[in-house]
Nanobody
Framework: QVQLVETGGGLVQPGGSLRLSCAAS????????VGWFRQAPGKEHEFVAG????????TYADSVKGRFTISRDSAKNTVNLQMNSLKPEDTAVYSCAVRTGTNYISTMRMNYNYWGQGTQVTVSS
């Protein structure tokens, strides 16, 4: 069993930055893909970014490309999401998820095995 805990959410003004972290317990992220998704009120879950743990290669949604950076910290067994130039439309609950036994970064929520509880990000002046 894998437990995922997200931290780092909060309230930030437009143009500001936040750094989210996803920590895993129960197993390491090896041989896995880790993704970040978000869900805004009244909207479907949206893929934000993903990383192949072993290779470190990444994929981003067009809406965040150039503003968000996903990275991994092997020593801490965490995956981070650095979010810069935040916009009001980035407001959502952000969740990390793990897809085991594959190196394919899926953008579909149904393909991920384990999920964290989510952390709220609010971008507002």
């Amino acid at each position: 069993q894998v437990q995922l805990v997200e931290t780092g959410g909060g309230l930030v003004q437009p143009g500001g930055s936040l750094r989210l972290s996803c920590a895993a317990s129960g197993r390491t992220f090896s041989s896995s893909v880790v993704g970040w998704f978000r869900q805004a009120p009244g909207k479907e879950h949206e893929f934000v970014a993903g990383i192949r743990w072993s290779a470190g290669s990444t994929t981003y949604a067009d809406s965040v490309k150039g503003r968000f950076t996903i990275s991994r910290d092997s020593a801490k067994n965490t995956v981070n999401l650095q979010m810069n130039s935040l916009k009001p439309e980035d407001t959502a609950v952000y969740s990390c998820a793990v897809r085991t036994g594959t190196n394919y970064i899926s953008t579909m929520r149904m393909n991920y095995n384990y999920w964290g509880q989510g952390t709220q990000v609010t971008v507002s002046s």
